[in-house]
């Protein structure tokens, strides 16, 4: 962990206390710029990493304690689907974080490889930005799928089974 200010979220864009709280981890400005627009406008505290090791960093520190996290799964160094694991890994409540993650390129195993890893949802981009908000959301409300239940009381395996007799 570095020890220098993160400048990244100016301080009049820290959430107020009693907003629910969405990280937005992309490589990328522009979506990050936009899905900011849409959570705030949504009445949400939204942060932002440019990349999964700022994300990280920035969680295992204790400098946010996001209520959902948004991430991409391509990006260079760090992948959203590593960044899964790494947060998944993590002691505490910092490890049950709702994960949605989401690729515009996306395939069967790319989604397979995103739940093994602990990904609550998986979506496809570009987004549909009223069912991103529907899952962020039923995220924050615990209410996602069978698929986050079978996860955390079974294990992956039972995800990959489940998976297949899921619509």
Known sequence: MTTKTHHFLPS???PKTNQYVVLVVDDMQVNRVLLSKVFTAS????A???SAESAVEMIAGGLIKPDVII??????GMNGISLTSQIRSLPGQAGEIPIIVASGNPDADMEMDAYDAGADVFLTKPFNLAQ??????DAIK???NIRVSVRRLHGKSDVNRL????P
């Open 12 to 14: 009049q864009f820290y």
């Open 43 to 46: 009445g949400y505290g939204v």
């Open 48 to 50: 932002e990493a440019d």
């Open 71 to 76: 991430t991409d799964v391509e990006m260079p």
């Open 132 to 137: 991103l908000r529907d899952e962020v959301r």
């Open 142 to 144: 615990g209410d996602n």
């Open 163 to 166: 998976r297949t007799r899921l």
